[in-house]
């Protein structure tokens, strides 16, 4: 079965960077939809970025266009999210998803999610 790993969140400075990265395993990849969501405390979970594995292209966000950038490495099977110039309203947990076929925003599209981890962006 599909299993997605997080990695990397921690506490950071307004104005720094961290890289997120999720370990995928369970199945080949190919014609997925992978994704990265976060959730702050008292608000729904929502979309930040997704790509698909295999021809790698990628959408954002509008409030993070710029900052984060998502990619991919395929021998790795690993997902990451770069993230730069932090704000304090970044500060959620972030979880990484997955689906087969295309990308979406939806939460409910997708059919497999990480544990998450913890984004900390301190004033």
């Known amino acids: 079965q599909v299993q997605l790993v997080e990695s990397g969140g921690g506490l950071v400075q307004a104005g720094g960077s961290l890289r997120l990265s999720c370990a995928a395993s369970?199945?080949?990849?190919?014609?997925?939809?992978m994704a990265w969501f976060r959730q702050a405390p008292g608000k729904e979970r929502d979309f930040v970025a997704a790509?698909?594995?295999?021809?790698?292209?990628?959408y954002y966000t509008d409030s993070v266009k710029g900052r984060v950038t998502i990619s991919r490495d395929n021998a790795k099977n690993t997902v990451y999210l770069q993230m730069s110039s932090l704000k304090p309203e970044d500060t959620a947990i972030y979880y990484c998803a997955a689906r087969p076929g295309y990308k979406t925003t939806f939460v409910s599209s997708y059919d497999h999610w990480g544990q998450g981890t913890q984004v900390t962006v301190s004033s």
């Open positions: 790509i698909s594995w295999t021809s790698g292209s990628t």
């Open positions: 369970g199945r080949t990849f190919d014609s997925y939809a």
